[in-house]
C-alpha cells in the first residue's frame, strides 16, 4: 500500500495512508457534539475475537458500540487523582504534539487486542495532522490499517457511555490485532 513521499507536509493529503486513516478516525461532527445517540457496551460474549470487534469498526469508531472497563479496574481507575493522571499525561507528551502509549487502564477487549492511546497535546489539532502523525505510526509500528481500529470520544460529550472518563487531555483510542495474534 503505498505511503506517499517523505517530507511531505500534512497539508498534501494526497497518500493512500492518511486518507484511510482519516476515514478510520471518527467524524469530526460526531466530536463537535455534547449529545449523542446512545450507545451500547462491547460485550466479550458478543465480540469473542479481534475478528469480531474488527466487523463492527465502524460502528466503535461513530460511538454507537464501545468499551467499558472491568468492575475491577473500573474502580481502581476512579480511586485515581484526575489532576495527577493529567499531568502524568502532559509530562509523557514533554515537548512533543503527539505521543502513542500502551493504554494503563484497558477495556475488556478479546484477547489478542492490543490497545494504545495516542495523546494529543492540542485540543484543537486539525483531523490531518492527526493523521499524519498516525500515519508516521502506523509506519514505524507497522500496524495494519485492515487491524486498526481508531475512536475518540467528544471531549465535551454527556451522554452515558459516550462520555469519557478522562476529558482533561485529548486523546484517541488505537485498537491493533497483537503481533503474536497474526
Known amino acids: 500500500m503505498p505511503v506517499g513521499t517523505a517530507g511531505r507536509g500534512p497539508g498534501r493529503l494526497g497518500t493512500t495512508v492518511i486518507d484511510q486513516l482519516l476515514?478510520?478516525?471518527?467524524?469530526?461532527?460526531?466530536?463537535?457534539?455534547?449529545?449523542?445517540?446512545?450507545?451500547?457496551?462491547?460485550?466479550?460474549?458478543?465480540?469473542?475475537?479481534?475478528?469480531?470487534?474488527?466487523?463492527?469498526?465502524?460502528?466503535?469508531?461513530?460511538?454507537?458500540?464501545?468499551?467499558?472497563?472491568?468492575?475491577?479496574?473500573?474502580?481502581?481507575?476512579?480511586?485515581?487523582?484526575?489532576?495527577?493522571?493529567?499531568?502524568?499525561?502532559?509530562?509523557?507528551?514533554?515537548?512533543?504534539?503527539?505521543?502513542?502509549?500502551?493504554?494503563e487502564y484497558p477495556y475488556v477487549v478479546p484477547e489478542g487486542t492490543d490497545q494504545y492511546i495516542f495523546w494529543i497535546q492540542d485540543n484543537y489539532a486539525p483531523r490531518d495532522i492527526i493523521a499524519w502523525e498516525l500515519q508516521k505510526i502506523v509506519i514505524d509500528r507497522g500496524f495494519k490499517l485492515d487491524d486498526l481500529i481508531l475512536f475518540e470520544r467528544p471531549m465535551k460529550a454527556t451522554t452515558l457511555l459516550v462520555k469519557g472518563t478522562f476529558p482533561l487531555v485529548r486523546h484517541m483510542h488505537v485498537w491493533t490485532r497483537s503481533f503474536t495474534s497474526s
Request: hydrophobic share 40%; net charge negative.
Open 23 to 103: 476515514n478510520l478516525m471518527t467524524p469530526q461532527e460526531l466530536l463537535d457534539k455534547t449529545e449523542l445517540e446512545k450507545a451500547f457496551p462491547i460485550i466479550p460474549e458478543q465480540f469473542p475475537t479481534f475478528d469480531d470487534l474488527l466487523a463492527y469498526r465502524t460502528s466503535i469508531r461513530d460511538l454507537r458500540l464501545l468499551p467499558v472497563k472491568s468492575d475491577l479496574m473500573r474502580a481502581y481507575y476512579h480511586t485515581l487523582d484526575q489532576d495527577l493522571l493529567a499531568w502524568q499525561v502532559l509530562n509523557l507528551l514533554e515537548d512533543d504534539d503527539f505521543k502513542l502509549a500502551k493504554n
